[in-house]
Every structure is written in C-alpha cells, then in structure tokens.
C-alpha cells in the first residue's frame, strides 16, 4: 500500500459521504412538513447509512494514517480550532441522539421523536456543514 495514494482521496470521500446524509437529511425534512411520513422515513434511514459509512472511513482514515495538522497561524487557526472542537463535540453527541431518535419513530412514539427530532436534525446539520468547512479549511486554505 502506498501512504501517498490513500491519504489525498480519503478526505473527500469522507467529506462526500457527510455531504449525502446531508443533502438526504434536508430532504427527509422537506418530506415530513409535507406529510409524506414513507418518503421522510427512506431518506432519514438513507441518512444514517450514509452518516456510518462515513463514520467507518473516517475510523479507517485515523487508525491507519497520520492526522493532516492544520497549517495556518493566528486568527484563522483560532476560527479552526473553534469550528473543528465543536464539530467534535456535537458529532460525538449526535451519534445516540439519531438512534434514539430512530428507535422512537420506529416504535411510533411520534410525539416525543418530533421533539427529540427538532435537537437531532439541526444539530446533525451543523456537524455536516463544519465537517466541510473544516475539510476545506484544512486542504486548501493553508
Ligand atoms: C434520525 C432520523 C430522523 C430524523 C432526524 C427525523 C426528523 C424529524 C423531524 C425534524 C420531525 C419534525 C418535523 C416538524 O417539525 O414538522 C419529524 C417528524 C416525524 N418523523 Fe422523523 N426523523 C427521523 C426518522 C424517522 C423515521 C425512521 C420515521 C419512521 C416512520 C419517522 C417518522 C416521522 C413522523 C411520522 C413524523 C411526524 C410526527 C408528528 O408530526 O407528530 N422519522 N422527524
């Protein structure tokens, strides 16, 4: 295996696969305000496939490579720092947050997923944008 070939493609499958669950997450909530509860359920499963593939890449990537450092120096590594520390956090929190979520629309417990729903989806939503600006950031800004 070549340590050269691996590491320059990894990080944008990784960002592409968190950018699907993305687009599918939207749509799913596009789906649920118009009622369309099948619809809303195939792309909120989609969306978690997508998310753990992503999570195995992303595994894969960390055991298997060194971490990429981020190059830039003053008021940008301390944005970086700041949008990648709360892309950690909330990412780590997110991850029971969508199975329990899932697991109450399953049961159809429907009240108390909408209300779990309405913290699980925005913040799955901001770990999928900061997961992208920290890609970008850290690929080609320095
Ligand atoms: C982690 C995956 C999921 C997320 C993030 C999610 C997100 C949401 C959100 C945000 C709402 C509230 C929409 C609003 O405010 O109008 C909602 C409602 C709903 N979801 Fe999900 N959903 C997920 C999975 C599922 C699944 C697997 C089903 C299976 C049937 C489902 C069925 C429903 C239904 C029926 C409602 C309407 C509840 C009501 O109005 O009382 N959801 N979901």
Redesign the pocket.
């Known amino acids: 295996m070549t340590t050269d070939f691996w590491p320059t493609w990894l990080p944008l499958l990784n960002a592409i696969l968190i950018g699907i669950s993305g687009i599918f997450?939207l749509t799913?909530?596009y789906f649920?305000?118009r009622?369309q509860?099948?619809y809303?359920?195939r792309c909120?499963?989609t969306?978690?496939v997508f998310a753990a593939l992503f999570l195995v890449v992303y595994v894969t990537r960390a055991l298997l490579f060194e971490t990429k450092l981020f190059a830039g120096e003053g008021l940008v590594r301390v944005a970086y720092l700041g949008i990648l520390g709360s892309h950690m956090v909330l990412a780590v929190i997110v991850g029971p947050?969508?199975?329990v979520?899932?697991a109450?629309?399953?049961r159809?417990s429907?009240?108390r997923?909408?209300r779990l729903?309405?913290i699980?989806?925005p913040m799955?939503l901001y770990v999928v944008a900061t997961g992208w600006i920290v890609y970008l950031m850290l690929h080609y800004l320095a």
């Open positions: 997450l799913g909530f649920i305000r009622q509860v099948a809303h359920q909120m499963i969306a978690t947050l969508v199975l979520t899932i109450l629309a399953l159809r429907f009240t997923h909408r729903a309405r699980t989806l799955w």
